[in-house]
Each structure stands twice: as structure tokens, then as C-alpha cells.
């Protein structure tokens, strides 16, 4: 998740200065996603955890 992180800042910063990066851009969009759906599986994941501890 870390790393995830710290691309989409990298990233967010190469943009600042490259606005018309149409390829990064579509990078960064890719990484926002992956990190959506991260949280959204430990999320799960976290609610499976707590099923079975009960």
C-alpha cells in the first residue's frame, strides 16, 4: 500500500509539471484504482476475520 502511495505522489507531481502526459495520467488513474480496490479487499478481509473470531 506504501508503495502504491508513493507513486501516485510521484506521479501526481511529474503531472504538475507534464500536463499534457495523456500516458502518465492514464498511469496514475490505474494506480488510484489499485488502490481502491486494496482497501475495499482488507475491508473484506477484515470482515471475514471477524466472522470467524466470534
Excluded: P
Aim: proline share 0%.
Amino acid at each position: 500500500m506504501k508503495n502504491i502511495i508513493k507513486k501516485i505522489i510521484k506521479i501526481k507531481k511529474h503531472l504538475k509539471r507534464n500536463k499534457k502526459d495523456k500516458h502518465c495520467r492514464i498511469g496514475l488513474m490505474k494506480n488510484i484504482n489499485k488502490k481502491k480496490k486494496y482497501i475495499k479487499y482488507l475491508k473484506k478481509k477484515a470482515k471475514m476475520a471477524e466472522r470467524y473470531t466470534r
